[in-house]
């Protein structure tokens, strides 16, 4: 019991430190044989602003890094930074892309968020890549969710909203307020997280 509670905390004290900025989506496109046109769009719960940027070619691996810092900027809303890859020879065939958000300093200790998809080159249409959102209209839950005993939902400050067997999860986000939240799942066999961005309603 106590180490199922100390994976517990160490869960949400992991999620949060990841969601304090959130990678909301990522939209790439191909210019030329050349070049990646990518528009990064996140958002915090904190001020924040980009400071700069570099990216890589490791194996078959396109890797995108962003760094961001405290400060003026933006709090729960998306900002949009762009960034034009260049690349010395053709793109052909397919490449897996990574964009990977840090904090303060790129440090795996701080990355905050990341988002990956296989590209197949060329790019006849624009990517997008999302993460996760609570949409009232296309929110589900897999089976393997549903199965789980117990709910918990946590906003970033780890406050606890909801704690339930047999909670209702779409009633009770859908009545939260735009933000953050962590929900942890458990049973006997099975305990995770899942971090949530709600979004206000139309």
Request: no cysteine.
């Amino acid at each position: 019991m106590f180490m199922n509670n100390f994976l517990i905390i160490l869960l949400l004290f992991y999620f949060q430190s990841t969601s304090a900025l959130n990678i909301h989506h990522v939209n790439i496109s191909q210019t030329d044989d050349f070049t990646l046109q990518v528009n990064l769009f996140t958002e915090a719960e904190e001020l924040y602003y980009f400071q700069t940027w570099q990216y890589a070619v490791s194996n078959s691996e396109i890797i995108l890094q962003v760094l961001f810092v405290p400060g003026f900027g933006s709090k729960i809303a998306l900002l949009n930074n762009q960034f034009e890859l260049n690349f010395n020879q053709s793109l052909n065939d397919s490449s897996k892309f990574t964009v990977k958000v840090y904090y303060q300093v790129f440090d795996e200790n701080q990355l905050q968020d990341s988002a990956s998809s296989v590209l197949y080159f060329p790019l006849l249409s624009s990517i997008t890549l999302n993460n996760s959102e609570f949409l009232p209209e296309s929110f589900s839950l897999s089976d393997s969710i549903r199965s789980i005993g117990k709910i918990t939902i946590f906003d970033m400050s780890r406050k606890i909203i909801l704690s339930d067997l047999k909670a209702n999860v779409y009633n009770t986000l859908s009545n939260l307020p735009s933000g953050f939240y962590l929900i942890l799942f458990e049973n006997k066999k099975t305990t995770f997280v899942r971090k949530i961005i709600v979004k206000d309603r139309l």
